[in-house]
Structure formats: C-alpha cells, structure tokens
C-alpha cells in the first residue's frame, strides 16, 4: 500500500552502477560491429569479432560468477569488475587496429559479465526481511540503462564519432567504479 519513494542511499549507489554498466553493455552489444566495420574499416567477417569477443567473455564470466564469488568479497568483485570493464572500453575506443578493439571488447565482456548478478545478490542483502526492493531496483536500473545506451552512443557516433562514443562510455565507467568505492 506504501507509494513511490525514493531508493534508500545503499540501492541509489547500487542502481547508478547498474544503469551505467547496462549502458555500456547495450552500447557494446548494438555498435561494436559497426565500430569495427565503418570506423577501422574491417571486412564484414572480421568486424562481427569485437561482439564475439565480448558475448564470449560475457557468458564465461557469468558461468564461472557463482565459483569465483567464494573466493573474493562481492564489493571488491563490483569494483575490480566494473574497472577491468572501463579499461576493455578505452582499449577498444583508443587501439586503432582490429585485434586491440578485440580484445578491449572482449575485457569489456569479462569485467562486466558478474556485475548485475552481483548487484542483484548485494541488493537482496540489505534487506532480506523483503529483498524485492533491492531486486525491483536493480532490474529497473538495468533495463533502463540497456535500452538507453544504443540510442545515446549511437546520436553520440553520429554527431562526433564511435570512438568518442567508447571513450565516452569508458570515463562514464570510471564513474560507476568511483560510485562502487564510495563507502555507504
């Protein structure tokens, strides 16, 4: 019965870097094929490995997620993730031949791929007497941030260009790892 709130300051802190890690993840998902193909001018095959090495990366990290989260605190998984992911975004928009935007793609993939089940997990925590606050959070924040970057980085490449764009998106990654420094 209770109305719309605003987020408590630990699930703000949580949302902002899910919002920012699905904007760079719907980013990289839409427009580094097209990265690689227009801007480095890739031949068609060789331009669809950037997505590869990124949905590759992407699906190990999440399936080894649960394995690797007995061994390093969920906080510190977060913030290294969310940096590893930042610094793949800089390689891709910066390295300017195809097997160095690969590999940042790639790193973008591995750094990323436990961050949203992490924030799930960690928002679930706060309040487990009703962690669907923390759940609905997140999920909301995601799919916000999925469905906002394409069009943003795409208006972003189309006014200055891709590369600008993935820089764009690595410094706003660095935001997000500040954000997950930030004690609550």
């Known amino acids: 019965k209770k109305k719309f709130s605003l987020p408590q300051p630990w699930l703000l802190k949580l949302m902002i870097i899910g919002l920012i890690v699905m904007v760079c993840e719907g980013a990289v998902t839409d427009w580094s094929t ?12 060789w331009s669809t490995l950037g997505y590869a090495g990124f949905s590759i990366s992407m699906a190990i990290g999440r399936f080894l997620g649960d394995y690797i989260r007995k061994f390093f605190n969920p906080d510190n998984l977060v913030r290294y993730g969310i940096l ?24 973008t993939g591995i750094g990323f791929s436990i961050i949203v089940p992490l924030l799930f997990v960690l928002s679930s925590l706060q309040k487990p007497e009703n962690p669907t606050i923390g759940i609905a959070g997140i999920a909301t924040s995601g799919v916000i941030g999925f469905l906002m970057g394409p069009p943003l980085i795409g208006m972003i490449g189309e006014l200055f260009s891709l590369s600008v764009a993935f820089n764009g998106l690595g410094l706003l990654a660095l935001i ?9």
């Open 34 to 45: 097209l990265y690689l193909r227009d801007e480095l001018k890739a031949p068609i095959l």
């Open 84 to 107: 590893i992911g930042a610094i793949g975004l800089l390689i891709a928009a910066n390295i300017p031949f195809m097997s160095g935007v690969i590999t940042g793609f790639s790193l």
């Open 176 to 184: 997000a790892a500040l954000v997950a420094w930030k004690k609550d």
